[in-house]
């Protein structure tokens, strides 16, 4: 079974700061690896998506990279903001399942101003 | 932009009542999902759908959850009786066959279920 570990589990920085977020899996066959935001309540919002040839992704002042043979990915978030506040989320699928999803429990980031 | 749709947005039900949730995923994808998330996790799948067939349905209680997708469209998920342990967020989420649109999954805005 795939088994998704997100670090840290919490993180409160002010803003401006550039923030490190990282998450590892245990199974390298992956085939797409999502990275979601979640606000308090709601749904999930899809950031970026590295397909298993890609090795990053960038949007706006996110960036993630992804590194197969050791099992990770890390989100960056530059110039960090009050609005960036939510959970984020790490999740990969294996290709061989469709699409369904492995979740991380997620890193709950707080930006003061 | 395509979203895809979920009803109710909230729900609050007594143990051992009825309850159906509502998804309507984007125009187009085949594969449609039932994730619960319980506070402080992340979430986890209930069950898949490809078209109209079920293709995952391991973690869901079959003693008292039921899903359907008659049509290959929309779906619905059921829960009778309604448990205490129950009490979650219910996702709906598509996507499109490999090479048939954007890669990934679309999350629906979920339905916030309370079981009293």
């Known amino acids: 079974k795939q088994e998704v570990t997100q670090i840290p589990a919490a993180l409160s920085v002010p803003e401006g700061e550039n923030l490190v977020l990282n998450c590892s899996f245990t199974?390298?066959?992956?085939?797409?690896l999502q990275w979601f935001r979640q606000d308090p309540g709601k749904g999930l919002t899809s950031l970026l998506l590295?397909?298993?040839?890609?090795r990053e992704q960038t949007s706006g002042r996110l960036n993630a990279s992804l590194d197969k043979s050791s099992g990770r990915s890390t989100l960056y978030i530059a110039a960090s903001q009050p609005g960036d506040s939510a959970t984020y989320l790490c999740a990969v699928d294996r290709g061989s399942t469709l699409g369904r999803l492995y979740f991380g429990r997620g890193t709950q980031l707080t930006v003061w101003p | 932009e395509a979203e895809v749709a979920q009803s109710p947005r909230y729900k609050i039900t007594e143990k051992s009542q009825a309850v159906a949730f509502w998804c309507d995923p984007i125009?187009?994808?085949?594969?449609l999902y039932w994730y619960r998330q319980i506070l402080g996790q992340g979430p986890e799948l209930l069950v898949q759908f490809q078209d109209e067939s079920v293709v995952d349905d391991s973690q869901l209680p079959k003693d008292r959850f039921s899903a359907e997708r008659l049509k290959g469209v929309d779906s619905t998920l059921k829960i009778q009786p309604a448990e205490l342990g129950d009490s979650a967020m219910y996702l709906c989420a598509s996507s499109p066959k490999v090479g048939q649109g954007i890669p990934g999954s679309t999350f629906g805005s979920g339905t916030r279920l309370t079981v009293v």
């Open positions: 199974d390298s066959a992956i085939y797409n």
């Open positions: 125009s187009g994808h085949a594969t």
């Open positions: 590295i397909q298993s040839s890609q």
